[in-house]
């Protein structure tokens, strides 16, 4: 009979093939299963043959090759097919065995599944694994979280396959309880919509109002990856807009403008409303998807609705220069919202969060990895309780050095009719949060004038909440008080 299996995958598609090569790659013996089982064996006949990997076309016999405590890690579509393989697995294992969710689930049906799990004298991680097909071969960026006894015995495997920054440092680091390690993933899918948008408003920006071709961009996004802006998403920029296709033409510019997503970023905006995070930056960067997702009508509009023609007349070089420093502050404030969102699921899940190593796991491995990463762990070392990135020394040096550039920019755009909705939306949050006094007084009185909603007065300490008979004629019942 056959050794038992270190760890089990259930799922054979990119990622979670690529996985099983990285663990047997790493010294690691692995156990497959696969739904549609010809998968299974076309995988073992091919870049499997001679490895550390085995096969099984049951879930039952899947099941029986792996070593005790089982560790099974199933890389599946997000959503019922979860549930349904977590109901096959359930009758076929035993006490202190562990179920480990590697795909985009959201991050509430982790937290049930963790409980429901452990209800059966099991154990259960939600882990997030970031860095697409390649980053899953040469090492992701993996971020786990639930049953926290189960981390000792699956830390080994996940540490191996990593990516490693630094002196050999893992990026992989236990999140917390419950659905933290899919909640601590999603919200770097949705700084990494910001990223790619805001990365796109400044490609859009040198094609439309410089009229810049493919070819002389790229050397520009290739110089921004050697500053304080080089990070994996800026480098593939560069290497996209110096492939050809097989005329010799850039491919780039015959690709159609309408963007796709999977859903972890609008995830990631519906969670910042339920918790009263302004995620503005981040929701533009969905909402700029979806807006680009209706070419037809974006070209019907074009044909009946007015705007300025796009006509730059200044120093080119002096320009860009300022669209690099616009996009850093852009970058910072993006940042700014992601971890602020993080810190209060943190709070109100008792998530314990630590900051600074998610960072420090985000360096390697995963899409938004970057050099900007180091100075957020440097910012959460020196202070593990900072509540928003922006009060840190750096980077509030930073935003104060950049911001007159971010305001040229978004306003050369809006003067020259270019669309830069995230851009717009880092300025806007930064003015509102260096605002001591905004216009939601009158917001307050317009809601109690209406709906009897009750305000604070800036007289009274904080927490006493009054009521106007704004016409003579509504008395004096008021409805409920206001959320902050």
């Not at 497959?32 to 039952?60: E, M, P, Q, W």
């Not at 910042?272 to 960067?285: D, F, K, M, T």
């Amino acid at each position: 009979m056959s050794q038992a299996a270190q760890i089990g995958v259930a799922g054979l598609a990119v990622m979670g093939e690529n996985l099983v090569m990285n663990m047997a790659d790493k010294g690691f013996s692995v156990a497959v299963y696969n739904r549609t089982t010809s998968k299974v064996d076309v995988f073992l006949a091919g870049r499997a043959k001679g490895k550390t990997i085995r096969g099984f076309h049951t879930v039952a016999d899947f099941v029986a090759s792996l070593k005790r405590p089982r560790k099974i890690m199933m890389m599946l579509k997000a959503g019922e097919v979860v549930d349904q393989f977590i109901d096959q697995l359930l009758p076929l294992l035993e006490k202190g065995d562990i179920i480990i969710d590697g795909g985009n689930s959201n991050y509430h049906d982790t937290m049930r599944r963790v409980a429901a799990v452990e209800n059966q004298g099991l154990q259960y991680i939600g882990t997030g694994v970031s860095g697409g097909e390649e980053g899953a071969l040469k090492g992701p960026s993996i971020m786990p979280g639930g049953t926290s006894s189960a981390w000792a015995a699956v830390e080994p495997i996940f540490t191996a396959i990593s990516a490693k920054v630094g002196d050999n440092e893992p990026c992989c680091a236990w999140m917390g309880s419950g659905g933290a390690g899919h909640f601590v993933k999603m919200v770097h899918n949705g700084i990494e919509y910001g990223d790619m948008q805001l990365i796109c408003e400044s490609y859009h920006l040198m094609r439309e109002l410089l009229g810049l071709q493919a070819e002389e961009m790229q050397p520009i996004f290739g110089d921004w990856n050697r500053g304080e802006l080089s990070s994996y998403l800026i480098e593939i920029t560069a290497d996209i807009l110096a492939y050809k296709d097989d005329g010799g033409n850039p491919l780039i510019d015959s690709i159609l403008d309408t963007a796709g997503q999977k859903g972890t970023g609008k995830w990631t905006v519906n969670v910042a409303l339920e918790h009263g995070i302004p995620l503005s930056l981040i929701s533009e960067s969905v909402f700029a998807r979806c807006l680009s997702a209706l070419k037809e009508r974006r070209v019907a509009a074009s044909k009946i609705l007015d705007g300025p023609t796009p006509v730059f007349s200044g120093d080119q070089s002096a320009f860009l220069a300022t669209l690099q420093r616009a996009l850093y502050c852009a970058k910072i404030i993006s940042y700014t919202q992601g971890f602020a969102l993080m810190r209060q699921a943190s709070d109100e899940y008792d998530w314990n969060l630590d900051f600074g190593s998610i960072a420090r796991i985000w360096r390697g491995g995963c899409i938004i990895r970057s050099v900007f990463l180091d100075k957020i762990a440097q910012a959460y070392k020196q202070d593990p309780e900072l509540m928003n990135l922006l009060f840190d020394t750096y980077f509030s040096s930073q935003v104060n050095k950049t911001q007159a550039d971010l305001r040229n920019i978004v306003a050369t755009a809006a003067t020259q009719g270019v669309p830069v909705p995230s851009l717009s939306a880092a300025l806007g949050y930064l003015d509102g949060l260096r605002s001591p006094r905004l216009p939601a007084n009158l917001l307050q009185a317009q809601r109690d004038y209406f709906g009897a909603h009750t305000y604070e007065r800036t007289d009274k300490p904080r927490g006493q909440f009054f009521h106007t008979d704004w016409t003579g004629t509504g008395g004096s019942t008021t409805s409920s008080t206001y959320n902050r």
